[in-house]
């Protein structure tokens, strides 16, 4: 597949997981990537996953941090000459409990990284490339954003809040860039492991798929809100949850 030929993504968190599997699938269809996280260590084992320099590079840091995210934009403005497409899939959740007994710092923090680096980053790619040369961006949300979830209550809320960002950028940066989200239940990630680690059958029998999500799940459908195939799609939350939720489950 080619839909991506010559185009260049940012995908933020993507050293593993969700990240890595859209990573790969964009570097699949013809796309450069440029990928983020924390770790140097991991990022390096995901370019070379990716095939290597030709194809992906690296930039370590945390995800809110402004100035990473300057670095980022500036390197891969530098190495790859564009920045067509955007994927912010960097997502915390720190916390597990109820809402009601929530330490507002950690509330605070899943915010920033959740809801208001994504923006930063938005804006950041927006002002580098895409005001004037349009582009596509695709913001990770959940499941848990569209309706209660308790213990992950925090985490949901600010995923509502991804979604509703996600709508208002749609409106703002038309008709040059268009800005959607994805919205996935469990899948099967280092990050979700809380939530079906040890009863992974139990879990998956709520699902009319009779399975959790596989990263490339997500990654098959984040290609396609960025490709060409979806260029009259703006402003739309793709739930991929194998049915989860038209059983009444999360």
């Not at 950690?106 to 990284?113: D, F, G, P, Q």
Request: aromatic share 4%.
């Amino acid at each position: 597949m080619s839909r991506l030929n010559g185009k260049v993504a940012i995908v933020t968190g993507a050293s593993r997981g969700i990240g890595l599997a859209i990573a790969a699938r964009l570097v699949d269809e013809g796309a450069r990537v440029m990928i983020t996280a924390r770790k140097p260590e991991a990022l390096a084992e995901a370019v070379t996953s990716l095939g290597g320099a030709a194809h992906a590079l690296a930039v370590a840091g945390k995800s809110d941090d402004e100035a990473h995210q300057d670095e980022t934009i500036r390197a891969t403005l530098e190495a790859f000459g564009s920045i067509d497409l955007l994927v912010n899939n960097t997502g915390i959740n720190p916390v597990y409990g109820r809402m009601i007994d929530l330490d507002l710092a950690a509330a605070r923090k899943i915010v920033e990284v959740n809801c208001l680096a994504a923006l930063s980053w938005t804006q950041r790619a927006h002002r580098a490339w895409m005001a004037e040369h349009g582009g596509a961006v695709v913001n990770v949300s959940s499941v848990a954003g569209l309706r209660p979830a308790p213990g992950i209550g925090f985490y949901g809320a600010s995923k509502a809040m991804l979604c509703h960002i996600t709508e208002e950028l749609a409106v703002e940066l038309a008709p040059g860039v268009r800005v959607n989200a994805v919205a996935p239940a469990v899948v099967k990630t280092a990050f979700a492991a809380p939530l079906f680690e040890g009863r992974e059958d139990d879990v998956a029998a709520g699902y009319p798929l009779k399975r959790l999500g596989e990263p490339q799940d997500i990654g098959s459908v984040v290609a396609f809100l960025l490709s060409p195939d979806a260029a009259w799609i703006t402003g739309q939350t793709i739930v991929i949850d194998g049915g989860l939720t038209l059983t009444g489950g999360l």
